[in-house]
């Protein structure tokens, strides 16, 4: 759906491990250049590892889809034919980066996508107020058990570890009330991770930004993870449909039995596309 039909610029806005962005050019034509965009120094040079092959045609770039718009103009992209935008954290973010993204292992309270800027999980986390917190871990967790954790965490600060942020929750929820199909921890982490990193905000600001820098016939294409995000996209999109653009399907796209076995972690995919009307 995204594969660019012409010559030109695609943009991945999450280039990651470079996988999507791999595929992108693999089908594309020779004349297909590709920016790419990610926070994480690592996740950046690994893809640059991974898309060495492609030479020139690949652009990289050390910044947020939040500034799509200006990174594309720093680079020389007024428009594109495809972008890309690929919500959440990567596999190997949450088992090899450290940085406090899983409770499967004991690791600082980090959870920056971009670790060279802005505050970590801990300082959030040993700062907010209660009733901020029970905002964070309800909207962008749906934690029904919201008030008990937040009330659980600001009585026992400093938190400074997943360890610690773990056994808060799990001393907050009864034990007859743990969810049968997820860790007791999973909304909280969730929701931190996405509050440290404003990505419901970087998500808001990028979307109109993508949606301009479209050429005719061009496609916006986003898979989400959170109901949340997905809401946001569903919602911009229609938006914007009452313009130049045009929602490629009315329902999102969702993966295949056999994808979700090959990959657990997609189950909850949803993808949009949204294209400019020629």
Known sequence: MLRPRREGWVIDGTVGMGGHAEALLGAAPAGVRLLGLDVDPEALARSRARLGGFGDRVT??????RDVAATATAHGVTQAESILLDLGVSSQQLEESARGFSFQADEPLDMRLDPTA???AAALLNRLPEPELTRVLTE?????HARRIARAIVRRRPLRTTTDLVATVRSAVPRGAWPKRLHVATRTFLAIRMAVNDEPGALREALPQAAGLLAPGGRLGVIAFHSGEDRIVKRTFRELSRAE????????RVPTDDEVRANPRARSAKLRVLERIQ
């Open 60 to 65: 990289l770039a050390h910044a947020s889809f």
């Open 118 to 120: 802005g505050p970590t």
């Open 140 to 144: 962008y967790g749906d934690e029904p």
């Open 245 to 252: 653009y045009a929602e490629i399907e009315p329902s999102p």
